[in-house]
């Protein structure tokens, strides 16, 4: 990363000093409800931003939800500018299409972060009637402006933003370094508008708390920590997550001309080694490569190895933004360069050259189970690479079912998902044979459900692995099954069941900050 970045300037090396004592003392264990409790008693809100994260801005929006319903609320944010503020009133008001909002506030050269990772913010902001103001300011007589100069600025919008609207909270998504004591927070209590405000401020994923915890085996248990009386700090991936996904983002859009086409060939198999070396096994080398969308030779190959049938469903993979292995062809398939994608491939992988997977799963509902079977081993390699990662729980399919519309496009893979469930139940139950389910309408439906299925699966089987009540034989000996044995169904139900005996349930992804 720094050779990529460059040497930091003298001034980003106090500022991030700075930023580094906020965390030298031993903070203690906390949780979300504690940390709800406070946002209903604060007046400003600082929510700590890691840009090239996803997470972090799941995060930030799982927050503002947790904001009480009746609290009135400005949301203002460092990821637009202030001289933005008519288009983004447009935006948010429906006047300005997405794409031309994106090209007027200059999206790519002002921010240059993906922007499906805030995307979902602004949805929300809007759905809720929640203004959005710009909190940024880059230059200023042509010259860039000191991060000082930036918090100042930021300090003073949030102070007029207090004046003008007493009673409502602002809360404010800002980059994490910002949120020192002596950065941000100390502009905002020296404006006078802002002398009385009660402020509390929420970092995330600080790499020192994270291995503090590490130390007690509790970095997986606890994912708040609260380091003083307004200061708590958010940890929902553990910091090589963090780090990788800062490092794939770079190699992706700072160093195209060294890497002209997006090979992620090195970061596949890193994870693979990681895998082989947890898992005691080893894969040949050079037994797959790693393709992408620009990848122009990978959908001739298609075209070649697969019917018009089989190849609808490897459209619906890739239409649906999701990775996937095709064993025919030996190439993983990598959608988007995060951590979890890249994991993802490498467990496929493994799995591949352990069982002898050798025919992609494309004929729905006949190949169901074993869809989910795959995604119950990708997840589960993930999880050993990013044990913070989160999936949703057999409640949120009902609770997301509840709200869908008839003709919502997700709601057919919930229902599905929600089908096979109560199916396996069921059987798991002794009162019914396995069933197989009807033949969804749309391609994507039965990947969307095998995705959930298959986290749900997957969780409980990184746990069993995790706290020893499954050993890595017993694991081992499950990956090595063949998919395509005509005695699938019938492992299936047996793994099924042994999964399903492992103790503790878990928190979903919604029920986690």
Known sequence: ??????????????????????????PRVSSREELVGELGRCDVLLIGDFHALQQSQKAQLRVLKSVPADKPLILAVEFFEARHQKAIDRYLSGHLAERDFLKTVQWQKSWGFPWEHYRPILRWAQKRKVRVVGLNKKTSNRSALTLKQRDVFAAKVVADLRRKNPGTMVACIYGDLHLASNHLPRQIRAQSALKKDRLLTIFQNSERLYFQLLEKELELEVDVVRMSKDQFCLLNVPPWVKWQNYLLFLENHLDREIREDSDFQDEVHNHLQILEHDLNVKVPEGSFSVVSAQDRGFWDQILRTFAERDRKFIEGWIEKGASFYVPELQSAFLARATVNHTAQLATAVLHAHLSGWSKTPTRMPEDFLKLIWLETVQYFGTKLINPKRKTDTLQDIKAALAVRLPDDLGKEALQLALQQKMNELLVLAGQRKPRVLAKPRRVGSSIEAARLLGGMLGEKLFLGYRRKVLSKETLLNLFRRPVEAESFELFYYEVLDLIESLPEPFLSKNEKL
């Open 1 to 26: 990363m720094r050779l990529l970045l460059g040497k930091e300037s003298p001034g980003l090396v106090r500022y991030r000093q700075e930023y580094d004592k906020e965390f030298s003392r031993r």
